[in-house]
């Protein structure tokens, strides 16, 4: 196992693997799973910084990849379980979700709420084009504003 770990560290290490690293972790986190892509961003543009405008986009392309992902997981699990009770409070999320409409994926970048957030949307069968664009412009904006702020708001927070 620690060999497992070791690889595949080496596999994401930043400096070598730069562009490709942020990308695969962009995605991930993007998924219903618990992680974070910004510190990758942030140490890539840290290590390198005329790859800030590359890192934000490739960032914002994986993140917004996994996010259609998650779209389309939500679509199965909504077609594999037709009927479902939704207790009070699940019912006026949904009917918010559904009022709003894919505008609503712009919300995506939240911590915690935007990958379910994603999964609803496909749920309800909300467009999925349309979603897509509205979780971009959103993730973009994440990456855009928290390297921005790393980098030169808060520049003498953070030494390589």
């Known amino acids: 196992m ?7 560290l080496a ?6 693997f730069g ?21 990758a ?16 986009l490739v960032a914002t392309a994986g993140n917004t990849l996994g996010g259609a992902v998650t779209w389309w997981m939500g679509y199965g699990a909504e077609r594999a379980y037709e009927r479902v009770k939704h207790k009070p409070a699940e019912a006026r999320v949904l009917k918010w979700l559904e009022r709003f409409g894919p505008p609503a994926c712009l919300l995506s970048w939240l911590p915690v709420i935007g990958d379910p ?7 309800l069968r909300l467009p999925f084009w349309p979603c897509v664009l509205y979780m971009a412009i959103g993730k973009f904006a994440r990456y855009l504003t928290m390297t921005a702020l790393l980098l030169w708001v808060m520049p003498g927070q953070f030494h390589p």
């Open 41 to 56: 961003v942030f140490g890539l543009v840290k290590l390198d910084p005329q790859l800030f405008w590359p890192a934000v």
């Open 117 to 123: 957030l994603c999964a609803v949307a496909g749920w």
């Open 11 to 16: 596999v994401l290490a930043l400096p070598k």
């Open 19 to 39: 562009l490709s690293t942020v990308f695969v972790v962009a995605f991930i986190s993007a998924t219903l799973l618990p992680f974070g892509s910004e510190p």
């Open 2 to 8: 620690e060999t497992w770990l070791e690889s595949l």
